[in-house]
């Protein structure tokens, strides 16, 4: 069609000679699951520049390194029981969790947000809820490696130190529910954080600020409320729910009937699971709400 027949402003496809695909075309739930598989890679830096890579590497290295030390020690000195239970572990190393959420979460939803890449994304079959929800679940296995990983270790060497083998079994799989527990939440958290902003440093020192404060004003209003450590006080149980970790914390102790400092009863555990479901689904909400204020432009 020559200018002169053209309508105004009607568009124009120009043929430069690419070979066209005749292949299958897999849709939604491939491209979905494919974004998650490379998102995840992503999250430890894989396919990605060596710098990249040192951060979520260097925090696998520090849930790592502690663990096989402890193996080695408690398989060399042949311990009577465990030093550490796989539960314990986490919380006890929950620092170096915050600090993989903080980096790596603006590096899955802000990079997108920031180079305006997420508009190509939108403009493909995928709809924006596929795209949350493959970032969110990337995020989520993430964390379960982080914190998977250890747990796997201390489960081969409790096996090798011939601990036995029922109550391994059971600490290993407790600390596994914990573990998915604890990384839905923090994706969920984090991922909310970093979408809000395309600035990578402003959703780091967002989600760095959000979990280390609520930790410690836990901490601290459950000591005021609770001076002798009792756990017998109403207040200082229900002070928990400020924290996403000790939140998790009580949350698995009621679902697994043990495992934490104490137990909470029927009433308490039901509040602790409404409040758990309540903030993972708005900050999953809060995700998508954000994707389509993005795509309205």
Known sequence: MSDQLRPPGAGVIHDIGYRHYDGPRLGRFAITQALTVSSLRHAYGLGRSGKSKVMPILLLAVMVVPVAIMVGIENALQFDNPPLSQMRYIFFLQAVIALYLASQAPQLFSRDLRYGSIVLYLARPLRRTDYALAKLTALALALMVLMGLPMVILYAGALLAKFDFTLMTKEFLSGLVTALLLSILLAAIGGLIAAATPRRGFAVAAIIAVLIVSFTAVTVVT?????????????????????????????????????GDWLPSTTQGLVFAAVYVLLVAGCCWGVNARYAKVARG
């Open 223 to 259: 000591a005021i409320l609770d001076p002798e450590g009792t756990h017998r006080d109403v207040a200082s149980r229900y002070a928990n729910l400020g924290s996403p970790f000790s939140l998790v914390e009580v949350l698995s102790s009621f679902v697994l009937r043990g495992g």
